[in-house]
């Protein structure tokens, strides 16, 4: 899966927005098509700190508004769930992120 928003950055220029209230977000998205609902997780966004989170997911804010209320039964259900997790700055998975970092290098440690 891929983070955007680190393009450039050094492993240390991270930790210290994380230090100062960065955080890695996905936004959530519906599409319906009649009988069919489709809910899926975005990639993950590095969210600085001076940053919007909503701001940032509003292109899939809008693309669920338009496009997820379609299906019958799921997609109104779905619609709203992704709306409210867009409008409340998306999913934060910061600890996830660096739960896997941290294993990945203790596991790199461990073999080298």
């Known amino acids: 899966m891929k983070i955007h928003g680190i393009e450039g950055m050094t492993t240390a220029e991270i930790n210290l927005e994380l230090q100062r209230g960065a955080k890695f977000v996905l936004y959530q998205y519906c599409i319906s ?5 489709f809910k899926r997780g975005t990639d993950i966004y590095f969210i ?9 997911g509003m ?28 409008f409340g700055g998306g999913k934060d998975v910061t600890a996830e992120i660096l739960a896997a970092v941290n294993a990945g290098a203790s596991q790199s440690a461990a073999t080298g």
């Open 33 to 37: 098509v009649v009988v069919m609902t």
């Open 48 to 56: 600085k700190s001076d940053e919007s989170a909503v701001g940032k």
């Open 59 to 86: 292109g899939w804010t809008a693309l669920t508004f338009f496009l997820g209320w379609w299906g019958i039964p799921w997609g109104p259900i779905y619609t709203i769930g992704s709306l409210i997790t867009n």
